[in-house]
């Protein structure tokens, strides 16, 4: 037989004629394997452009919640003519009295921060699921981080080029500062679940995240209280300008490069359900999420229901702390810095300690007791936080505080993902996040109406106490925590067997049509 001269190229087996040219599959594997590499680059960039973003929120969020709250309190006051010196007033009497009946724009100037986070929390409520609908049902995922981050930046440039003499028009800047947050937030938690299949590298992946923005805020409070100290004393310049400048330049540097280098399009996930619209799929999602939740999960439930007043309360903490420290204990930006740092710092015994409490006691009862620890320390600080000159104690009071928030977050974490069936998670999560917003608006708003009336700041202090002893109530119907752990898996048992089932009738369907 004659022999067949051949020759090898890009995994193609090339005959002369008059034979064919067939495949030798060669270059499969290597597809293959260049579409791995392809795969894990993408990944590496992400992850990267993951963490740039989180270092980058961590800095925004301290700037914002100290710098810049404590710049329009003061401001807003000085508005008014009570941030002028008692001097210019025959005795302290008229001086009191002025500022009591004092108004700025049909408010107190106290209100401030805390309008600011009602509109906040409205204009979040109402536009997360639009734009998690956005995000999940058309190819525009990166082009809404990415305008969303530009608009940061340029909102936060805005801020600082106005806020010494137009204090309200960068009142509005800070709503709109906040609002875009949300959503880039919602933009930014899209990619999360896909930078890994692993459970092991995801879990990683979480602490690395949290970590650097925990480091980022660190870094950021310290950095600014060792400039107010050198730099703040000799100069005109407000905290807030200093503190927003340094955030544009990392917003323009960080945010850059994630977005436009590191973080990849996507395709739609998911094609809008039928008989709703691209405005209305996110809400019909809750709506249905919510029935079946409501129908099928009791502990769900309650969990929701608790974790929706929990975080009302500490989502508006750092608001009215701030604004209780400035105006009732004279806390400058720097003290109330310092405060925050406190905070953060003691936050990290926190988290271990609800690592270590949790397997113990069960979630439920750690969360209890936690909440129990915000209530007692926030009615103990109205009643003894009274008067200027209170640093230290004040500080003492932060520490609590940092422990309580460090414990709760992974808490009811780790109480709302060990009692939801497998395979929904994605969904639930979502639920989640939606009922961590929905009521962030009401404590800012039920301080800003006492304040309005003219009761004291301590009593609007101890309404956060109020949510959550709502919150604790509420966990005693959650019920056994063993149960609603076994509810779950029953669930995931009864959803394998019900796809065992289809896939057997299907099997066997294709079977008669072969017979």
């Known amino acids: 037989m004659e022999s067949v001269p051949k020759t090898a190229r890009d995994g193609w087996l090339y005959l002369p004629s008059p034979y064919a040219c067939c495949y030798t599959g060669v270059d499969t594997a290597s597809d293959e394997e260049s579409s791995i590499q392809t795969r894990r680059s993408r990944q590496e960039d992400e992850v990267l452009g993951w963490t740039l ?6 800095v925004i969020v301290i700037s914002t919640a100290v710098f810049v709250s404590s710049e329009l309190l003061k401001l807003a006051k000085e508005a008014t003519g009570c941030g002028a010196d008692i001097e210019m007033y025959d005795d302290d009497i008229m001086f009191n009295e002025a500022c009591e009946s004092a108004r700025v724009y049909g408010m107190r100037p106290t209100s401030i921060l805390t309008n600011i986070m009602t509109v906040t929390g409205l204009l979040s409520a109402i536009i997360m699921p639009l734009f998690g609908s ?11 981080g990415s305008i969303s981050a530009a608009a940061i930046a340029i909102f936060i440039l805005l801020q600082l080029l106005v806020i010494e003499a137009h204090w309200f028009s960068a009142s509005i800047l800070q709503v709109l500062i906040s609002v875009f947050y949300t959503i880039h937030l919602t933009v930014a938690y899209a990619y999360f679940p896909e930078l890994t299949a692993d459970h092991k590298e995801m879990a990683q992946y979480a602490a690395r995240f949290t970590a650097v923005q925990y480091a980022s805020s660190v870094a950021f409070l310290v950095s600014m209280v060792l400039v107010l100290q050198v730099i703040y004393k000799n100069s005109d310049m407000g905290s807030a ?9 990392i917003c323009c540097f960080c945010f850059g490069y994630s977005w436009l280098m590191l973080f990849h399009p996507r395709p739609a996930a998911q094609k809008v359900p039928d008989n709703t619209s691209l405005l209305t799929a996110g809400f ?6 919510g029935k079946t939740i409501l129908r099928d999960h009791d502990a769900i439930k309650w969990v929701l229901i608790s974790v929706t007043f929990t975080e ?7 608001t009215i702390a701030i604004t209780y420290m400035t ?9 109330n810095g310092i405060a925050i740092l406190i905070l953060l710092i003691f936050s990290v015994p926190g988290a271990k300690m609800a690592a270590r409490l949790a397997p113990v006691l069960n979630p439920i009862r750690s969360l209890q007791i936690c909440l129990t620890m915000w ?3 926030i009615v103990l600080a109205a009643a003894f936080l009274t008067n200027k000159g209170q640093q230290t104690t004040a500080y003492v009071f932060a520490a609590f505080w940092g422990i309580s928030l460090g414990w709760t977050f992974p808490t009811e974490k780790t109480l709302y993902v060990t009692i939801i069936p497998r395979g929904q998670e994605a969904e639930l999560m979502g639920t989640y996040i939606c009922a961590s917003q929905m009521l962030s608006w009401l404590p800012p708003l039920v301080f800003t109406l006492l304040n309005e009336a003219g009761f004291s700041m301590r009593i609007g202090v101890c309404s956060l106490a109020g949510f959550m002893l ?4 509420i966990l005693f119907l959650v019920g056994d925590y063993s149960e609603a752990v076994a509810h779950a898996r029953t669930v995931d048992e009864e959803r394998k067997q019900l796809a065992h089932g289809i896939s057997t009738s299907k099997d066997e369907n294709a079977y008669k049509e072969l017979a």
């Not at 973003?53 to 961590?58: L, Y």
């Not at 300008?241 to 330049?249: D, E, P």
């Not at 709502?470 to 109530?473: E, I, N």
């Open 241 to 249: 300008f200093i503190s927003q400048g340094i955030v544009f330049i």
């Open 375 to 377: 209530i007692i320390s």
């Open 53 to 58: 973003d989180a270092a980058t929120r961590g």
């Open 284 to 289: 019909w999602r809750i709506h249905e999420t």
């Open 470 to 473: 709502v919150s604790l109530l």
């Open 327 to 335: 105006e009732q204990l004279g806390f400058t930006a720097e003290e």
């Open 134 to 144: 956005i995000v999940d049902h058309t190819d525009y995922r990166r082009a809404v």
């Open 312 to 318: 009302a309360g500490t989502t508006s903490f750092s």
